[in-house]
Every structure is written in C-alpha cells, then in structure tokens.
C-alpha cells in the first residue's frame, strides 16, 4: 500500500522528514504489520489489530513531536492510557471508555499525550476522565451514512469550501454551508456571522463565482446557505491592510478548527474540514477526527475481546462496526501521514 510507502520513504528524505525516524522505525514497522494483517482477516478481528496498529503509530507521532523521548518510551514507564469497566451496551456508541491524564502514578500516559501534540491544546482533565463513545462517532464521517441511519447519530463536523470575494467597495470571506449544518457553523462562530443567503436568495454572481471557483452547480446549492465572515470596506489606499486584516480575522476564527481532506479527488477539490470544539464533562476542548477513530477502534478491540456477544450476526453494531473496519481505518492512516510530515502529505 504506498501509504505505508511513504512512512517508509521519509526515513530516506533529505526534506519533510520524520523527527527521530530511526528511533521510530520499529514502532512505524510494527504498526504496518499489525494492518496489514487487519486487511487480510475478518473484521472480528481486525478492530482488535487496528487498535494495536495505531498505538504504535501514536508513540511514533508523540517520539516525533519530541513530547517523549524515544528512551523514555522503551521503559516500563508507559501506559496507553485507557481504560473500559464491564459493560453490556445496547448500542456501541454507549460504551464508555476513561481517559487518564498525560502523567497518573508516575507513568505517562500515550492517549492524553497524543491528544496535546494533535490538537496543540492542553488535555484539561487532571483525574480520570470517562467519554461515551456517542460523544465524538461524530466526527467518523466515514460511517456516518449508517450512524446516522441506525443511532440517529448528528455529524459534528462539516466538509467546507470557502472563496474570498471582492465587489465593489467590499471584500469578504465566504463558505457554503449544508443548511443541516448551519447551525453548528452558527454555534461556534455566533456574531462573527455577517450577511447569509440561502438559495433562493442567491443572485446570478454568487452562482457564476462558485461555478467557477469550485465547479459548483445552481443544483449542488440548492440545499446550501451562503456565510459571508470579515466584511471588509475597501478602496486603492486601504486594500492590502484590509486584505491582511481579513486574513487575521479568518485565522483568529479557525486555527485549531481547520483540517485539509484526508483524501484527494477531483469531487472534493478546494474542500476542507471544520472541526467545532467537543463538550467533554463539561468543559469546551478542541478535538480531531483521527481521535475520534481512535477511540472507535480502543472500542473494538475491548468488546471484541470480552463482549463479542454485542456483536451478534445481523444486527446494527455488527454492521456499523464492519464499516468502520473497511472505511475508517485507511482514513485514519491518511490522517497520521499528514500529521507526521511537514507538509501534510496525502495519498489517495
């Protein structure tokens, strides 16, 4: 899989290299060949090598983040850093699962570790922390077709595009919105929302500028709403400061909250992924698709090996948790290698 060709090339690189790569080969190794014997088996047991997969490619990304130190990760020191009480869920996305802080008992702890350096925030919890799983599966866009339809499950995130626009006296930020998603983008951003048009209310230039732009079709925004954020007035002494400024607005608003498309095609050209912060016990924390996966996968190889009698033939978690087995997991592999490369490199 040239995936996991490209792990293999950056040991080689003279640029875009991985930080410590001879120290983190052997977790890098281990963790291909715990996938790709995931592949090769069925999803009963796959959940559990996939687990096991992207620990490995966890420690690799904390060693190369320098948050631990390749020594320290060899010792005895090291916990993954979950941990799941028995339990009999109905649903799958019931299951809890507690998160230790980075350091408990004098042991550090990779999960919480791996969180800070992800998400460049802080893991806010000093004690045991306990998530259900239905707390963050929104952010599993691969699955939430069957999420959506089995567990009435809402995504948590939204697939984007945006264009800067200039009429006039005028310069603004602009993204289309999925009118189902409106009101998380409402949510997070509140009065920083300037003008919005739904389709109907959108003139012959918005359509021709996102035809253009984005390959767009009248049709392809009918069920869509137009944002428009840092309105700018403009004229030929003031444009390039107010250019800059539009700039900060837009990067005051998003850092932390934007991630590219794992995954590139001509369908998805020019979209990216706004990701709202998570309520977690009550505290608002920055959060990451690939944490999300993570999570789901901890889930897997815990009820797989105690509870496989959630998943019984032909019902609802079987069948969710098989499409995560053949979707989510490659996703998740596209999110450590644009992670842990400097230039956010991606394979489809």
Known sequence: MQLWQEFTM????????IYGKLVNAPYIDQAKTYYHDAKRCDWKSA???YYYSFLNLAKAYIISKRALSGKYMKSTSIYHGLYAN?????RIIDFNINIHPPTSNNKKNIFSIFYEKLTG????FNSTVTVRLADVVGHCSDILYELQNFYNTVPQGITLQSLIREM???????????NHSLSILHHFLGASIGITREFSQMDATDKHDWLIAHKRTANSLSNCTLVRLGQQRINQQNKEVQYIALYQTLENLFENHILPDPTYSSDNAGSWHFIPK????GIQINWHPLLSNYLFSFMLSTV????????SSDNPNSFIA???CNQSAISSLRYFLMEMTTNNIRVN
């Open 86 to 90: 028995p339990q009999n869920p109905r």
């Open 304 to 311: 797989l090996r105690y509870h496989p009698h959630i998943f």
């Open 278 to 281: 998570i309520s977690l016990n």
């Open 10 to 17: 950056l040991r080689h690189c003279k640029t875009n290299v």
């Open 121 to 124: 925030e802080n893991w806010p």
């Open 168 to 178: 006039r006296n005028d310069v603004w930020f602009e993204v289309v919105v999925p």
């Open 47 to 49: 959940g559990l090598l």
């Open 322 to 324: 098989e499409a995560w």
